[in-house]
């Protein structure tokens, strides 16, 4: 595939073309109302199954949804009311101070979602967006939880494995690396840590096929959402004990690394970005093409005219959001008279390798000379 961006024009366009498809243009945004309310915290993790063509899951009625928040009152303090994750509701309230936001100031609660580009079944679990997808068989529904992963010298491992136990009231039994590591650090760690409630794996444990790694509650509910654990996943307590009824054994567990997500909704299509992990920083451009071979699988039934600005925008902000990328008053062309039907700026697309690589190389000077990093840093 080849992509030609010129992010300083006053519309910028994107042309994507390969042998046998099609180009097509970028070019202006759409923005929701905002809805200020309190959710339902028994409510918010369970989602209806949108079609298969589509993506977007929304428990806001397709607003942005805002809460204020109260004196002394910390993001992280929000985050845990509505069982979110701390880099979820931190990536999507930039701007607001995470230990103080400050009395009354209206902070984004995330509500709606892009299912990641995995099989709808079993669980599914998106390691950039610190957040697991369970499809309950037959029920059309969807329902998400925050979790929280390995940190980056204790991998969280990808693939698809499956839950070979459950155990209620678990022990844990640290493992050698993990007493050496406490030992060093003057916090020693009992060779079996007793079932309770202040046990680090909480009250309810999934066991995974992938030897030694678990899906589990917490006694540190702060800690959910980060990228924090030795590679286990924690879930806060009160999703994993509705969880645990719910999840059989064998269930299928599908993890994945998707920062950037690309879903149709009502004939729209948008864009979720996420800072990559850790320890995987990625260049603005790696991103692009990223979202580029996304957009052009999407668009492969459905011709697209996409707003280059918004996909730039969420691109370098990464919040987290589903945010609309495509035209409203976008007409499809004639395919079966594609040339007399479509302006000659749209299928420009035979151009040389070494014209494309130029322009990709200005572009990435022109995003230095911008910022002091392709994308922010968090």
Known sequence: MTALFNPDSANPVVKISTANKKSFLLGQTFLGASLLFALNDASAATFNLPKAT???IDNGMGKPVYVRAKQEESLIDIAVKHLLGQEEIVRANKGVDRWLPGEDTEVRIPSSYLLPDAPRQGIVINLPEY???YYPPGKGKVISYSVG?????????LGVTKVVGKVKNPTWTPPPSIKAEHLAKGDPLPDVWPAGADNPLGLFAFRLGIPGYLLHSTNKPQGVGMQVSHGCMRLYPKDIEQMFPIVGVGTQVNIINQP???G???GQLYVESHPNLEGEETSYQQRLD???NLIEKASVSRPVSVNGEALRTALEESNGLPTVISNADFVPVDTENLDANIPSYETEGKVSRSQIEKEL?????????????PFPKY
């Open 149 to 157: 992963i390995g940190r980056v010298d204790w991998k969280t491992p």
């Open 260 to 262: 950037v997500k690309i």
């Open 264 to 266: 149709w909704s009502n």
């Open 290 to 292: 990223i979202a580029l």
């Open 361 to 373: 190389q200005e572009e990435e000077m022109q995003e230095r000379e911008f910022r002091n990093s």
């Open 54 to 56: 589509d993506g977007l």
């Open 131 to 133: 957040r697991l997808y």
